[in-house]
């Protein structure tokens, strides 16, 4: 059974950081594409940030470039996020997920997703 179980999530001012883990279990890590989604109170989830198989590439969605960093350990099924100078607008539930095809920031091609963690930034 594929498990993909978030943490790191919680309350912190504008300006403030946060990293988020995510720990997958019973799915081949390293063959899989991993990214970042968000979904704010009355938004649709949006792709946040993107990482490689094996960690070598990354992409990020405009609005989080140059403060977000996304990792991987395929040693420990694991893959973080960083995020620096925080925003209100970045309040929401982060999901990471599970896919196959490089470069999507489609939902439809991540076939696994974890139940979310909340981020809450006040301003």
């Known amino acids: 059974q594929v498990q993909l179980v978030e943490s790191g999530g919680g309350l912190v001012q504008a300006g403030g950081s946060l990293r988020l883990s995510c720990a997958s279990s019973?799915?081949?890590?390293?063959?899989?594409?991993m990214g970042w989604f968000r979904q704010a109170p009355g938004k649709e989830r949006e792709f946040v940030s993107g990482?490689?198989?094996?960690?070598?590439?990354?992409f990020y969605a405009a609005s989080v470039t140059g403060r977000f960093t996304i990792s991987r350990d395929n040693a420990k099924n694991t893959v973080s996020l960083q995020m620096n100078s925080l925003k209100s607008e970045d309040t929401a539930v982060y999901y990471c997920?599970?896919?196959?095809?490089?470069?999507?920031?489609?939902?439809?091609?991540?076939?696994?997703w974890g139940q979310g963690t909340q981020v809450t930034v006040s301003s």
């Open positions: 997920a599970a896919g196959s095809k490089w470069h999507s920031m489609a939902r439809d091609e991540y076939a696994y």
């Open positions: 990482i490689s198989w094996s960690g070598g590439s990354t």
């Open positions: 019973g799915l081949p890590f390293s063959s899989y594409v």
